[in-house]
C-alpha cells in the first residue's frame, strides 16, 4: 500500500488571504503542516497540491526551496486536483490533509493508519466531537477514482470528500472513534481568520516553535489557558454549502 498524503493549498482565502505562508514561530504555517504530515506512521510520500494560479507560484517556489514535492491543478476543481496528483505519485490509499490546519493530529492519523490495514474499507470516518483542525481523512485511490466520476456537483468538486459522506451505501466505510481527551468541539484548532492566526500564534509561543507538538498537548494547553481558547471561541465556521 503506497501511502500519500496531499495537502491542499493555495494563497486565495476570503477571510484571511495568503494565510499558508504566514509566519508561525520561527517558520510558516505551511511548513508546520507539512512536518506533521510527515510524522504520521506509514506515509511514503507527502504532497502539497495548489493551483495553477500565479498567486499559488509562491507555494510551488516554497516547496523547491524545501524539498518538498508539489503539484498544480485546478483552482476551485479540488477533486481534480487530488486526483491528479495521486495519479502522479502513484498512490495505493490518500490522506487528505487542508493547508488550514498547523496542528493536525498525526497521532490519531497513524492509529487511522493501522485501522486501514486491518480491513479493506474505501474511506475512515473520524467519530468524536473534535476541535476544528484535528483530522486528516483517509481513503482509497480506488475512492478518489469513483469520487471523481461521479461527484459532478459544484460542492463534490471543491470538498473532496463530500459525496462519499452524501452517499454511504456506495462505500465500504471504517469508523475511528477518537480518543475522549481529544474531544473538545468549543476549542478551535485552524486557520481561517485574524483570530485564528492570533491563538495559533500564542499555541507556537508557548511550545517554542515546536512544529510536532502533539495535538493532545496543544489541547491540554488551551483548556488550562481559557482565556488564549477565548480568543477565537466565537468565530463560526463557514458553510459548506
Sequence with gaps: MRLVTIIQARMGSTRLPG???????????????????????????????????????KIEQWCKEHHIPCSRGPQDDVLARYYQCAQEWEADTIFRVTSDCPFVDYNMASHIVDEMQRSAYDIIKVEGQLPRGLVAELFSFRTLDYMNKHGVEARHREHVTYYAYEHPDQFHTGYFFADKNLQHPQLRMTLDTAEDYKLCQWIAQH???????????????????????????????????
Excluded at 471561541?233 to 459548506?240: D, F, G, L, P
Design 207 to 241: 511550545f517554542t516553535s515546536d512544529l510536532v507538538t502533539p495535538s493532545s498537548e496543544v489541547i491540554s494547553y488551551l483548556l488550562e489557558h481559557p482565556e488564549i481558547a477565548a480568543i477565537n471561541a466565537h468565530v463560526e465556521q463557514k458553510r459548506v454549502i
Design 19 to 57: 494565510k499558508v505562508m504566514l509566519p508561525l514561530g520561527d517558520t510558516i504555517v505551511l511548513d508546520y503542516v507539512v512536518n506533521r504530515c510527515r510524522r504520521i506512521k506509514g506515509v511514503d510520500e507527502v504532497v502539497v497540491a495548489t493551483s495553477t494560479e500565479r498567486a499559488d507560484d
